[in-house]
């Protein structure tokens, strides 16, 4: 990874992972593909390859991504979805190409063709972003705790009650604040 560009935080469901690519929403955001080729590195990660991006693609891309997050934002709070997310999430599904294929352990994956592009990864985030959004996926929306970070996470859990995007990242976080408030260090002032 190129030094001194933010590690990506990859997780197991595609749309919110792709909306966690700008974190800290609501403190010091930090944006994780503010270039074509970190857009494709992260596309990569996720065996979504493509071959090019332009400038003009990456504002597409996170166009997108900012409608699913305030598309499973409002699915999470359970208000109604803001019809111009819901529009751009609908327009990159159509423009897909993608094709749904079934491995051998019974899992849909998503193939790309060789001659696939930037539309037809997004696609696939698109399709997933529906979805989540719509409940056709077994798991639930919410948003995390932290008030730095509130970003939508599709909790699949047991219990469905995950409090955190990321426990490595935003848990630890607030279980440290926690643990310094409890056990002020000597000679501190409170």
Known sequence: MPAGLPDFRLGSVL???????LSERHGNP?????????LLDWLAAYDLTVDSCTLAQLDLAIELRES???????????????????????DHTSRGRA??????????RWHLSPTSGLHDALGVIAADAIAIISGERDGKLALCASPTCQAAFFDTSRSRTRRWCDMNTCGNREKKARFNAAHPKPGARG
């Open 15 to 21: 749309a919110t992972s792709f909306t966690g690519t």
């Open 30 to 38: 930090v944006e994780r593909i503010p270039t074509p080729q970190r």
């Open 68 to 90: 699913i997050h305030a598309a499973a934002t409002a699915a999470a709070a359970l208000e109604a979805l803001p019809a111009p997310a819901v529009d751009v999430i609908n």
């Open 99 to 108: 094709t749904a294929i079934l491995t051998p352990d019974g899992e849909r």
